[in-house]
């Protein structure tokens, strides 16, 4: 290994498995913790729905990825050999 920043990531790397279920369990967590927090003043209808704003920013940022992926990735993409030229 490498030292300074790239041995670093490198033990990240190698403990990546490790930091994945770390990340995970806080992940999970700061739902739950969301849960049973309510806003005092609701401005919006779906403010007093436990996690609605989460849950839509995750549905509306999947659907990018697949907007792109499925449409805007075709019509961007080159052939293997493009820059070759």
Same mark, same amino acid.
């Not at 700061?30 to 849960?35: E, I, K, R």
């Not at 996690?51 to 989460?54: E, K, P, R, T």
């Not at 999947?62 to 990825?65: D, P, R």
């Given at each position: 290994?490498s030292n300074?920043?790239?041995g670093m990531f490198? /033990?990240?790397?190698?403990?990546?498995?490790?930091?994945?279920?770390?990340l995970?369990?806080?992940?999970a967590a700061?739902?739950?913790?969301?849960?049973g927090m309510?806003p005092?003043?609701v401005?919006y209808?779906?403010d007093?729905y436990a996690?609605?704003?989460?849950a839509?920013?995750?549905v509306?940022g999947?659907?990018?990825?697949i907007?792109?992926k /499925?449409i805007?990735q075709?019509?961007?993409?080159r052939?293997?050999?493009?820059?070759?030229?």
């Open positions: 290994m300074g920043l790239g490198d /033990k990240f790397q190698a403990n990546s498995r490790t930091w994945s279920i770390i995970f369990a806080v992940l700061m739902v739950v913790l969301n849960f309510r005092p003043v401005e209808v779906y007093a996690g609605f704003w989460h839509f920013g995750l509306v999947l659907a990018m990825v907007v792109m /499925k805007v075709p019509m961007i993409a052939r293997e050999d493009y820059y070759d030229k």
